[in-house]
């Protein structure tokens, strides 16, 4: 899998949450559309766990990393890439 293929399932699962919207544009602010509240928050870090391989500390994580989808493909996904 590539960081374009786990972009799409983190895509689809938030849409999930949101079936108001059609789709999500890469430089949409999650957070201030209100597509990731608290708890969507902590399923989509164990989804980014489970899709990178690796552990994610979340305390030490800006929160602008999570902010766009754009932002969590740079910084927790584009390491599929390298493998």
Not at 2 to 27: C, F
Not at 57 to 78: C, G, K, N, W
Request: glycine share 2%; proline share 4%.
């Amino acid at each position: 899998m590539n960081s374009g293929q786990a972009m799409l399932e983190v895509k689809d699962w938030l849409l999930t949450l949101r079936p108001d919207l059609e789709d999500i544009s890469p430089d949409l602010d999650l957070v201030t559309n209100r597509i990731v509240d608290s708890l969507a928050f902590v399923e989509l870090v164990e989804r980014l766990m489970e899709l990178s391989g690796r552990e994610l500390d979340v305390e030490a994580m800006p929160l602008e990393s999570f902010q766009t989808l754009a932002a969590i493909r740079q910084h927790y996904l584009s390491c599929l890439d390298a493998a």
